[in-house]
């Protein structure tokens, strides 16, 4: 079975040794440089990489990404998609191929997209940047996503791998503006509109934020659930930033409603009761979060709800009800999982030790 790998590259000196280790069991590396000026193509093409240097004006991820996948001999039977900040880890071939099954188009595998502090996967989920030729192309100016000609056929590959490792200085810029044009391009697509919305929140625009996640729910494409409590989420955040803490308290609600099957909304909730002092409400929140014990393997899951942020929040409520045992077992149950940061590490060292 022949496997060739394929990416887009600029200004990525810094990764290129990495990520060419970890591509070193592909049978090629094809790598269309759109523009580096710091030698990127020079490190690839000394490493063995397959480097074509093109402009692709004006920039879409999309576009991009099928001249990437044109550099591929036609002989390759299985394609795989990277970024050069990203890391196959090893095996990943050989967890292919047992895997992949004739009639198979994709394959889906496990991607690490952040890590928390302690270095234990933060948000992860289902990839699926792995295909057969001639069946797909890329279609969206960002998070793009292929789009299939035939039948999509899905194997699972358990022990493949991909982890996110990224330059946290690396300019977003252009980021809204392409998230902008996708919206403008196809304004029925919902996962473009739920995408636009929540960067519009990262950015603080939170009366816009909500107006495009409200125009999200309404579309007649936005039936995912875990999206659409994940827009609901989004705008109770912008609504307690505008002063609004009871539309933030009901979005909220709807999302759990919504999406009962995740811990997010549920974990929102006892930190918004936990900013207003409503400790029992908090303690209801955060147990009702804990009893969900399987985590959802998509993207819109949070890994604060996973971590020991339920169990922080929980040691918070019992202790301001009064409850000093049962606070000290939650403390030292969050400890255990790893705080995300030294203040709430701090707390539940002190709280624990008061039980």
Request: proline share 6%; with cysteine; glycine share 6%.
């Amino acid at each position: 079975m022949i496997v060739y790998v394929y990416a887009i590259a600029k200004n990525e000196s810094r990764f290129a040794r990495r990520w060419m280790d970890s591509m070193a069991e592909a049978d090629g590396v094809y790598v269309l440089d759109t523009g580096s000026t710091d030698g990127t193509p020079d490190i690839l093409t000394g490493l063995g990489a397959h480097v074509t240097a093109a402009r692709i004006e004006p920039w879409r991820f999309d576009t991009a990404r099928n001249r990437s996948m044109d550099l591929a001999p036609a002989d390759g039977e299985i394609l795989v998609c990277t970024d050069l900040d990203e890391v196959l880890c090893p095996g990943w071939r050989s967890a292919l191929e047992a895997a992949w099954r004739p009639g198979c188009t994709t394959a889906r595998y496990e991607y690490v997209w952040s890590f928390n502090p302690d270095g234990s996967d933060g948000m992860k989920f289902w990839y699926e940047k792995v295909h057969r030729p001639g069946v797909c192309r890329w279609a969206h100016p960002v998070h793009e996503v292929l789009r299939y000609t035939v039948p999509k056929v899905s194997c699972h590959v358990p022990g493949m791998r991909l982890e996110h490792h990224p330059d946290p200085d690396k300019d977003r810029g252009d980021y809204l503006r392409l998230l902008e044009m996708a919206v403008a391009e196809d304004p029925s697509d919902a996962r473009d509109r739920h995408y636009l919305g929540r960067e519009y929140m990262f950015r603080g625009r939170w009366e816009l934020a909500v107006r495009t996640l409200k125009d999200h729910l309404a579309l007649p494409g936005a039936v995912w659930r875990p999206e659409r409590a994940a827009s609901m989420r989004y705008i109770a955040r912008c609504q307690e930033r505008l002063g609004r803490r009871e539309e933030a308290e009901l979005w909220l609600l709807r999302a759990a409603f919504e999406a009962p099957e995740q811990r997010e909304p549920l974990t929102d909730l006892a930190a918004l009761m936990a900013r207003q002092g409503r400790w029992p409400e908090c303690e209801r929140y955060c147990r009702r979060a804990l009893d969900i014990k399987e985590r959802n393997m998509n993207y819109a899951t949070e890994p604060a709800s996973w971590g020991a942020g339920p169990w922080a929040l929980l040691a918070r409520a019992c202790d301001e009800q009064g409850r000093t045992e049962w606070a000290a077992n939650c403390a030292r149950m969050a400890l255990r999982l790893g705080p995300a940061d030294e203040n709430t590490r701090q707390r539940m060292e002190a709280l624990a030790n008061k039980g």
